[in-house]
């Protein structure tokens, strides 16, 4: 079978990601309760129950909640730590009302050692499996994200390093200060954000100046064995029984064939959606955001899912809305 880009790197996980951003009650800065805590519990049950042993965090869920409900799980779990990966993320500054200061991303390295402290403090534990900055930092200066990974990695805080939403150009901009491989990227990808496939297929075409998915990312993670991570896999339902009241014919008839190949299956619109992704030579690795075990062990079912290329086509071509040129 073949490997994930990031087992090459000595992390054995698990196919699909459970990303905690639901975790703690969401966006408030509310006390969590002891509710939010057994919906965690229930959360990771689920995702261990399917096979899942990836979990996503970042800084920012829930104000920092998402990731403090998890540090009562795994204190509430003695040995569970060891028997998963632990991955967060950090850079996003929210908005500083009093001073009149907009929301930004901070990759000094004083910020993302406080950062990684901050989330380790939360969570409860020593070091994290990997880290990832969360999005482009426009004032960047690699060789201070490479003294603050350098910092991270001799004090055992972070064992891998990655980032999120970043282009090929800006992943090499980066990797050319640190020492230390960069073993993922994070990017939204779903049947419905498809630009990571247009950017290809409009290249040398007019249609191309509209894809804003940089060219070649893809193909340079792929040579890289940098694992590609979606977010947004599951498009927020879109095909696996949200409201389409409003929505494009495309997305319609889109939701109308996943429901048919699922059927006919015999497992969930979950895995047929996620499933769609990974079919892809990439490797995609899928992080599903959600609190349901319901809807976890829904999507973990896309494990056990292989589309044929004709109906990974169908969907694709679907989801345009307009035949390939």
């Known amino acids: ?16 990601v459970l990303g905690c951003m639901g975790f703690g009650g969401g966006w408030s800065r509310d006390a969590i309760t002891e509710e939010q805590v057994k919906q965690a519990h229930e959360a990771v049950n689920a995702a261990l129950e399917s096979g899942i042993n990836f979990f996503d965090h970042a800084d ?34 929210f908005p500083d009302k009093e001073a ?24 409860g534990t020593d070091h994290l499996d990997t880290l990832l900055l969360h999005r482009p930092d426009a004032l960047m200066e690699p060789e201070e994200v490479a ?9 055992g805080k972070v064992r891998y390093f990655g980032v999120s939403n970043m282009s090929a150009g800006q992943i090499k901009l980066l990797q050319s200060a640190i020492s230390d491989r960069l073993v993922v990227n994070q990017l939204e990808m779903s ?27 893809l193909e340079y993670c792929r040579m890289e064995n940098i694992q590609i991570q979606a977010w947004g896999p599951l498009a927020q339902g879109l095909y696996s029984g949200a409201s389409l009241e409003g929505k494009p014919a495309a997305v319609k008839e889109t939701a109308g064939i996943v429901k048919k190949m699922a059927q ?7 895995a047929i959606v996620l499933a769609w992704l990974m079919r892809h030579p990439a490797m995609i690795q899928p992080v599903i955001g959600t609190t349901s075990p319901e809807r976890i062990r829904a999507s973990a079912k896309a494990m056990n899912v292989v589309l044929s290329r004709d109906e990974w086509y169908t969907l694709y071509v679907s989801s345009r809305g307009v035949n390939l040129p």
């Open 264 to 270: 006919e299956k015999e497992t969930t619109t979950e």
């Open 191 to 217: 049947l419905h954000k498809i630009g990571w496939l247009e950017s290809g297929v409009h290249v040398n075409q007019p249609e191309f100046c509209e894809t804003i998915f940089p060219e070649g990312t």
């Open 1 to 16: 079978m073949k490997k994930l880009p990031i087992e090459k790197h000595g992390l054995n996980t698990s196919r699909l």
């Open 60 to 93: 920012i869920y829930a104000f920092g909640k998402a990731e403090e409900v998890f540090g009562r799980v795994l204190k509430e779990r003695p040995g569970l730590r060891d028997e998963i990966f632990i991955q967060s993320k950090t850079g996003i500054t």
């Open 147 to 155: 003294e603050a990974f350098h910092a991270l990695k001799s004090s």
């Open 100 to 123: 009149g200061l907009p929301t930004r991303y901070n990759f000094s390295k004083e910020y993302i050692l406080n950062g990684v402290d901050g989330t380790l403090s939360r969570l």
